[in-house]
């Protein structure tokens, strides 16, 4: 089945830094690639998604970029604010119901 | 209506009791999912229901029995809990399977804990 790891496991920033979370995966036929971000005591919140079709995708702050050559992905957030501290969850699927989810990324933004 | 709901926010039971988490949407989606997420890891996939008929279960415990009574509505029926079952119980949906309909919306999540 589907792999994928993610890291770093933690990231501190600083307010108004950039962050940037990279996953890698193992199954070349997966096309689908989420992000959620996930706060405390809260549901996962779908933030952005990318699919194989696409290298990059933007939404105000936030990018995720893909190289289905290299099979990795990443997660880019701009002029980061306290309020994007939250777990970040990548996940990759293949045309079916399952994520399969990497362990996840703590981020905190220091004011 | 473009969120999922669930009930209750928050369950304790014994190892001995019976006890039913519910689930609901109405966005149209045909698929939802039940997930377990423990503190500070990913959810992990334990049943979906696509078209209200069960078409994955993750080698889930028989002492978990989900339920879906029509396209908005799933439920999951708990009985004999053991303690290590303790954690955030997610629901999601998905418009369907498939290439366009892989989005999945979460609920806000049961919290049990099993004594």
């Known amino acids: 089945g589907e792999n994928v790891e993610q890291h770093p496991s933690t990231l501190s920033v600083q307010e108004g830094d950039s962050a940037v979370i990279k996953c890698t995966y193992s199954?070349?036929?997966?096309?689908?690639f989420p992000w959620y971000k996930q706060e405390l005591g809260k549901r996962p919140q779908l933030i952005i998604d990318?699919?194989?079709?696409?290298g990059e995708k933007k939404d105000q702050r936030i990018a995720v970029t893909l190289n289905k050559t290299a099979k990795h992905f990443s997660l880019h957030i701009t002029e980061t604010q306290p309020e994007d501290s939250a777990v970040y969850f990548c996940?990759?699927?293949?045309?079916?119901?399952?994520?399969?989810f990497g362990a996840g990324t703590t981020v905190t933004v220091r004011a | 209506d473009t969120e999922v709901t669930q009930t209750p926010k928050h369950l304790v039971m014994g190892m001995t009791n019976k006890k039913s988490l519910k689930c609901e949407q109405h966005m149209g989606h045909r698929a939802m999912y039940w997930y377990k997420q423990k503190a500070k890891k990913p959810p992990e996939l334990m049943f979906v229901y696509s078209y209200e008929k069960l078409s994955i279960n993750e080698s889930v415990p028989s002492r978990f029995s989900p339920e879906c009574p029509n396209s908005s509505l799933l439920n999951l029926h708990l009985h004999a809990l053991q303690p290590e079952d303790s954690a955030l119980y997610l629901c999601a949906s998905s418009l369907a399977g498939g290439p366009v309909g892989n989005e999945q919306f979460f609920g806000p999540g049961t919290r049990l804990t099993v004594l």
């Open positions: 996940a990759a699927s293949f045309n079916d119901y399952k994520l399969s």
């Open positions: 199954d070349s036929a997966s096309n689908y």
């Open positions: 990318i699919r194989s079709n696409v």
